[in-house]
Nanobody
Framework: VQLAESGGGLVQAGGSLRLSCAVS????????MAWFRQAPGKEREFVAG????????DYADSVKGRFTISRDIAKNTVYLQMNSLKPEDTADYYC?????????????????WGQGTQVTVSS
């Protein structure tokens, strides 16, 4: 399975970006697709997750109410809409797939990863 992120860039605080993750092959509908991020000097952290069925979503507390994860089954694509961006959202954002939903927040559970896309939020 190949994942390819796009949509990163430079934005001012308060602005918005939408990240996309094109997936070569969908896994089981109950499995998770997720976004993780890694800021300079910090560990990679969970941002948001969704099942292909769309019935379940999960968000890190730091992005809840500002970010929205969604998926388009017809396009095999997962999105991350990021609103009200803050400088602390600056990071490399990675798309990941293939984890059981019950372990969706654990990066070790994901066998498939994209190359990442950089998001920079200026103050």
């Amino acid at each position: 399975v190949q994942l390819a992120e796009s949509g990163g860039g430079l934005v001012q605080a308060g602005g918005s970006l939408r990240l996309s993750c094109a997936v070569s092959k969908r896994t089981f509908s109950s499995y998770a697709m997720a976004w993780f991020r890694q800021a300079p000097g910090k560990e990679r952290e969970f941002v948001a997750g969704i099942t292909w069925s769309g019935g379940r979503t999960d968000y890190a507390d730091s992005v809840k109410g500002r970010f929205t994860i969604s998926r388009d089954i017809a396009k095999n694509t997962v999105y991350l809409q990021m609103n009200s961006l803050k400088p602390e959202d600056t990071a490399d954002y990675y798309c990941a797939g293939g984890a059981p939903w019950i372990r969706a927040r654990l990066q070790q559970q994901y066998p498939d990863w994209g190359q990442g896309t950089q998001v920079t939020v200026s103050s």
